[in-house]
Structure formats: C-alpha cells, structure tokens
C-alpha cells in the first residue's frame, strides 16, 4: 500500500502554529503544508469562494499523496468543512478524510468551562459564520457563548508587532469588549491559528480566573485520538519524519513570515492552485 503525508492547509500562516504543535506531539509522521498566501485573507470572502478555495487545495494536496487532510484555518472548516465532507469526498474518494479545527476545539471548551459560559476571540469571517455558537448548540445546549472579532489581531502577527505596546492597546479593547458582553465567561477560545501569539497579551489583560484554549494543542491531540481510534487511516501515514511547505505565493516572502510562527528549517517551494 502506498503511503502518504498528513496534510495542513491554511489560507496563510497561522496554520504553523497548528503543525508546530501537531509535530511536537506526532513527530514520527512525514507533513505537507500548504499556505494560499497569494488569495489570503480568507476571513472576508463569501462561503462560495472559501469553499471553492479550499476544494482546490483539498484536491491538490490528495494529488500529491495525502489520504488525510487537516483544515488549519477556522475560515475554511466554517465555510467549506461540511460542504466537502459531504459533497465532494464521496466522489473524490471516500476512503481520504478532510478534518478541521473548530469541532475539536467546541468538545474540549465543554470540558473546560465550569460557569457554562464561553467567550469566542476570531476573524469577521469566523464570527460572522456562527460556526462556534451553532457547533456549541449542538454539543452542549447548556452553553451560552458570545463572539468578538479582532479585525487587527491578524496583521498584528503577522507584522511581527505582536509584542509591542500596538498590540496592547487592540488587545485590551477587545477584551473588554468580550466580557462587557457576558461577565460571567470562565473559558475564552482563540478561533483564528495566529491568535496564540498574542497569547501572552491576553493573558495579561485578562482576569486570572479566565481559561485561554489555543487550538494547536487541542487539535494535536484531536488528531492523535483520531489516528488511534482509525488504524485504517494511521497505515497509510508514511512515517520519514519530514516535512515541506508549499505556498501560492513567493517563497522568499514565505521563508520570512512564516519565520514568526514556525521555529527551524524551511523546506519551501511554490505551487499554483
């Protein structure tokens, strides 16, 4: 049987946080990673063009030998996740798996948050989609949930700024935004992949009793779960430890950024959807 990389696609950079995390816990595996920087940002497009996007890399990373694909960006599992698990994988192949990153993120905050009441930081694109509150519904009821997107959060990161006193000031506005909507939250999830380094920030402007959930923990071992409970799709893991990146856009300017969110060696080349 012929084996084949896990897969990480994002529309940009914060999906790194995701594979750092994911190859700290599964170091063993061979990865692909797959940035769209050149039609990044996602957060603003319309569903049909974050589905027919992310179908596109979908199907291009299956073309390069991955059974199992991982959407590292709350945009495209909110607005195309279930369209191509339902639609198009049983014609593509239903024996390959696209999974994201909001359902395992919604299972654990259940476990986690003691006053039932949960804060979701994201893109305008994610808050819009309701994915987190419709996702939470379902699972638990009891749950009261409130949004707030942090429209700056992003290029914060991404300009490398996340650090310095700019940071602070959309930071703290953001928080008191959240929790002048429900003082009772107890459990904050951060639903964007470049949000968790501007963790430190929100640590320090928040209440010491509120719990942050970072999504490259929680999906790592999601996907650790998930290849043990599915042997079936484990063995078709190639197992060389590697890992290469490919982006829409220039290597060079790839190489750079993405610098801030993963630490080593970057194996980079370019692709065109």
Known sequence: MQQ???????SGYGGLTVLDKIRQHLPQYDYIYLGDNARTP???RSFEVVYEYTLQAVQKLFDMGAYLVILACN?????????IQQRDLPHIDPAKRVLGVIRPSVEFVGKQTISQHVG????VGTVQSDSYPLEIAKLFPGITVVQE???????????NEFEGE????????????????????????????????????????LPANIKVLSQGEIVSKSLSDYLYRHPEMEEKCSTGGNVHFFTTESVEKFRQTAGVFFKGALNVEHLSL
């Not at 084949?4 to 994002?10: E, S």
């Not at 979701?120 to 893109?123: H, K, L, N, P, S």
């Not at 459990?187 to 430190?200: A, N, Q, S, V």
């Open 75 to 83: 945009t495209a599992s909110a607005k195309a996740l279930r369209s």
């Open 4 to 10: 084949g990389p896990i897969a990480v696609f994002d």
């Open 42 to 44: 996602y957060g603003t």
């Open 166 to 205: 700019g940071a602070d000031y959309f930071v703290r506005k953001n928080i008191n935004h959240l929790l002048g909507k429900d003082s009772l939250i107890d459990t904050i999830i951060l639903g964007c992949t470049h949000y968790p380094l501007l963790e430190k920030k929100i640590q320090q402007f």
């Open 120 to 123: 979701i930081f994201g893109t």
């Open 149 to 159: 997107a942090c429209p700056m959060w992003v290029p914060l990161v991404e300009n």
